[in-house]
C-alpha cells in the first residue's frame, strides 16, 4: 500500500466481494526520454506507433465466444427462477468478467510502456461509440477496447508528467506521411504505397506518424 488511504469501497459482483482503497500519492514524474510517439488504433492489431512498434490484439472475446455461447445456451435451457437457472447465469456472468478482465490487464501493460517510454503520446480523438454503431465493427472494437487503453495511457501519463493529446482523426490514414498527398486506400489495404514518393509503409504505422505531426502542430 503506498500513501495515506482516503476511501474505501466494498462492491460485490456477480458473487465476489471486491474492496477497493483509494490512496494519496504524491506525483513521481519519470525521467524524460525525449521521444514522442503517434499512436494508431486498430482492430487487426491493437495499436501501431509512429516508430514502427506493433502491439498485437489478444481478440479475447472472439477466442472465447464458443464458450460463452454454451454458456447462453445452458441459461435458455433453465427454467426461469430455479436454483440451476441462478447457477448457470453466474457462470456465464463470471466468464464475461474474466474476458473484460483479461482485456483490461492488457491494457494496463501496454499503457505502462507506453508512458514508460515517450514524453508526448498522440492519438486520434475517435468517435467511438459512434464507430461502434457499425454493425461491422461493433463486436470488434467492443473486443479491442480503445477506450481503456486512451484512458490508462490518460491517468498514467498525469502522474509521470507525460504528455497526452488527441487529434482530428480525418485522413490519418490516406495521407502520405513523406509527400502528404491523399492516397486512397479501402480497409482491406493493409499497405500504404504512394505513387507520387515510392514511400511503402505498413498503413498504421503511416497512419501514426500523421497523427504525430498533428499532434507536434497541435502543441507548438
Given at each position: 500500500?503506498?500513501?495515506?488511504?482516503?476511501?474505501?469501497?466494498?462492491?460485490?459482483?456477480?458473487?465476489?466481494?471486491y474492496?477497493?482503497l483509494?490512496?494519496?500519492?504524491?506525483?513521481?514524474?519519470?525521467?524524460?526520454?525525449?521521444?514522442?510517439?503517434?499512436?494508431?488504433?486498430?482492430?487487426?492489431?491493437?495499436?501501431?506507433?509512429?516508430?514502427?512498434?506493433?502491439?498485437?490484439?489478444?481478440?479475447?472475446?472472439?477466442?472465447?465466444?464458443?464458450?460463452?455461447?454454451?454458456?447462453q445456451?445452458?441459461v435458455?435451457?433453465?427454467?426461469?427462477?430455479?436454483?440451476?437457472?441462478?447457477?448457470?447465469?453466474?457462470?456465464?456472468?463470471?466468464?464475461?468478467?474474466?474476458?473484460?478482465?483479461q482485456?483490461?490487464?492488457?491494457?494496463?501493460?501496454i499503457?505502462r510502456?507506453?508512458?514508460?517510454?515517450?514524453?508526448?503520446i498522440?492519438?486520434e480523438?475517435?468517435?467511438?461509440?459512434?464507430?461502434?454503431?457499425?454493425?461491422?465493427?461493433?463486436?470488434?472494437?467492443?473486443?479491442?477496447?480503445?477506450?481503456a487503453?486512451?484512458?490508462?495511457v490518460?491517468?498514467?501519463?498525469?502522474?509521470?508528467?507525460?504528455?497526452?493529446?488527441?487529434?482530428?482523426?480525418?485522413?490519418?490514414?490516406?495521407?502520405?506521411?513523406?509527400?502528404?498527398k491523399?492516397?486512397?486506400?479501402?480497409?482491406?489495404?493493409?499497405?500504404?504505397?504512394?505513387p507520387?514518393?515510392?514511400?511503402?509503409?505498413?498503413?498504421?504505422?503511416?497512419?501514426?506518424?500523421?497523427?504525430?505531426?498533428?499532434?507536434?502542430?497541435?502543441?507548438?
Amino acid at each position: 500500500m503506498q500513501g495515506t488511504i482516503k476511501t474505501c469501497t466494498i462492491t460485490v459482483k456477480n458473487g465476489r466481494y471486491y474492496a477497493c482503497l483509494s490512496c494519496e500519492v504524491e506525483a513521481q514524474p519519470l525521467p524524460k526520454t525525449n521521444r514522442h510517439a503517434g499512436v494508431d488504433l486498430g482492430v487487426r492489431q491493437l495499436a501501431a506507433t509512429s516508430d514502427g512498434q506493433v502491439f498485437a490484439a489478444p481478440k479475447y472475446l472472439r477466442n472465447c465466444e464458443a464458450k460463452l455461447k454454451r454458456q447462453q445456451k445452458n441459461v435458455s435451457r433453465k427454467q426461469r427462477g430455479s436454483n440451476r437457472r441462478c447457477k448457470a447465469v453466474m457462470v456465464l456472468a463470471r466468464q464475461h468478467e474474466h474476458v473484460a478482465n483479461q482485456r483490461k490487464d492488457y491494457a494496463h501493460k501496454i499503457s505502462r510502456r507506453l508512458v514508460n517510454m515517450y514524453d508526448l503520446i498522440a492519438f486520434e480523438d475517435l468517435n467511438v461509440q459512434g464507430m461502434a454503431r457499425n454493425h461491422h465493427l461493433a463486436k470488434s472494437i467492443a473486443d479491442a477496447g480503445w477506450n481503456a487503453l486512451i484512458q490508462f495511457v490518460t491517468y498514467k501519463a498525469e502522474s509521470a508528467g507525460r504528455q497526452v493529446v488527441r487529434v482530428d482523426p480525418r485522413h490519418t490514414s490516406q495521407h502520405c506521411s513523406v509527400c502528404n498527398k491523399i492516397v486512397k486506400k479501402t480497409l482491406a489495404e493493409r499497405v500504404h504505397h504512394c505513387p507520387h514518393c515510392s514511400t511503402t509503409l505498413d498503413r498504421d504505422v503511416n497512419a501514426a506518424i500523421n497523427i504525430l505531426r498533428r499532434a507536434k502542430q497541435q502543441v507548438s
